[in-house]
């Protein structure tokens, strides 16, 4: 059984850079497609950004494109959101979800983390 726990987050001011951090353990990340998901206050969970499980595929959500950066160490059974550019609506808990599929497909996480906070602000 996958098992995903986040951790990286925290408040930083707008502007600011955040690496958030998805550790995997049971199975390995490249058996998987693995997606960043956040959900702010009073929202929709949202998709952010996802990597195949070739790891060829990454995708992005149009409100963070150019901002962040997927990506994976299978080495370490890691999978990492780099964020930059942070604005006071990046503000949400944040997860990393799986799908045994392996193609990114945002409504087929079956696996998920316990969430990390994300604060942007001054």
């Known amino acids: 059984q996958l098992q995903l726990v986040e951790s990286g987050g925290g408040l930083v001011q707008p502007g600011g850079s955040l690496r958030l951090s998805c550790a995997a353990s049971?199975?390995?990340?490249?058996?998987?497609?693995i997606g960043w998901f956040r959900q702010a206050p009073g929202k929709e969970r949202e998709g952010v950004a996802c990597i195949s499980s070739t790891g060829g595929t990454r995708s992005y959500a149009d409100s963070v494109k150019g901002r962040v950066t997927i990506s994976r160490d299978t080495a370490k059974n890691m999978v990492y959101l780099q964020m930059n550019s942070l604005k006071p609506e990046d503000t949400a808990v944040y997860y990393c979800?799986?799908?045994?599929?392996?193609?990114?497909?945002?409504?087929?996480?079956?696996?998920w983390g316990q969430g990390t906070q994300v604060t942007v602000s001054s």
């Open positions: 049971g199975r390995t990340v490249d058996d998987y497609a």
């Open positions: 979800a799986a799908d045994p599929s392996g193609w990114c497909d945002y409504g087929g996480m079956d696996f």
